[in-house]
């Protein structure tokens, strides 16, 4: 299952109180009280706040409709080009999110919502990074294309490097070691899982470390493959079963490459 990131604001020394308070919320699961310390009177706090509650939906498969209501504030009160351009990559995520649960087919409003953030956001800028990285998501996971989505998670990584968005990295990592395994290409996965659960490890982001085990297990013999999927049942319990999905891929026998 592949989800997605955000800007890692608060996750260093010496940010904004406010946003250190989201991002240890928001780390451990706690999307929707990160939501509740952002005030939705402008624009970026409702972008943050709607992008929180899309990824509690990606985690958790529930709160659909408070994603919804959040994402049309957030429209409401997008003005910029840049603010209606982030504005349609989260409804073009929240819609690939729908199709990707079973939820509801949306794929044509999730290609539609990305294609529009792409008209708006500029070459460049910050939120190209995300952008690139979800139509990476679309390419790999809907329309089943490992091509175009190598390209796009490319493009994201480069951004992100660029950007210094190491939470952005870790998915990058992530995503193109899951191509390389599935090409056979061994040593280049492990690399790359191995590069994405360090960046997690030290930005303290919980919510996304089991995962991470899981995938790196699948690149390693016994019995460290037995440890690190231990480990990760260890962290997964301690979140209350977020995210869902894994639990298939926890089950015994754990086989299969995770993704997200």
Not at 171 to 197: C, K, N, Q, V
Request: glycine share 8%; charged share 25%.
């Amino acid at each position: 299952m592949a989800h997605t990131a955000m800007s890692g604001n608060g996750t260093t020394a010496g940010d904004d109180p406010l946003q250190t308070a989201v991002w240890r919320l928001r780390s451990r699961a706690c999307w929707a009280d990160a939501a509740a310390l952002l005030q939705p009177g402008t624009a970026d706090a409702s972008l943050q706040r709607a992008a929180l509650l899309v990824e509690r939906c990606l985690y958790t498969e529930q709160g659909w409709e408070e994603a919804e209501d959040a994402l049309r504030t957030a429209e409401a009160l997008a003005h910029t080009d840049d603010e209606r351009g982030a504005a349609a990559c989260e409804r073009g995520h929240l819609a690939y999110a729908a199709t990707l649960h079973g939820v509801r087919d949306r794929a044509d409003e999730a290609r539609s919502a990305l294609g529009r953030a792409a008209a708006l956001i500029a070459p460049g800028a910050a939120g190209r990074a995300v952008l690139d990285f979800r139509r990476g998501l679309l390419a790999e996971n809907l329309t089943g294309s490992p091509q175009a989505a190598r390209a796009a998670y490319r493009r994201a990584h480069a951004a992100a490097t660029a950007h210094s968005d190491p939470l952005l990295l870790s998915f990058t990592w992530r995503h193109l070691a899951g191509l390389a395994l599935r090409e056979g290409e061994l040593a280049e996965a492990r690399h790359g899982f191995a590069e994405s659960l360090r960046i997690r490890e030290e930005l303290g982001y919980l919510v996304g470390t089991a995962p991470a085990l899981v995938s790196l297990a699948d690149t390693e013999t016994e019995p460290e493959a037995s440890r690190l999927r231990e480990e990760a049942r260890r962290l997964f319990r301690l979140l209350g079963g977020v995210p869902t999905w894994l639990s298939r891929q926890l089950a015994p026998p754990a086989t299969g490459a995770a993704t997200a």
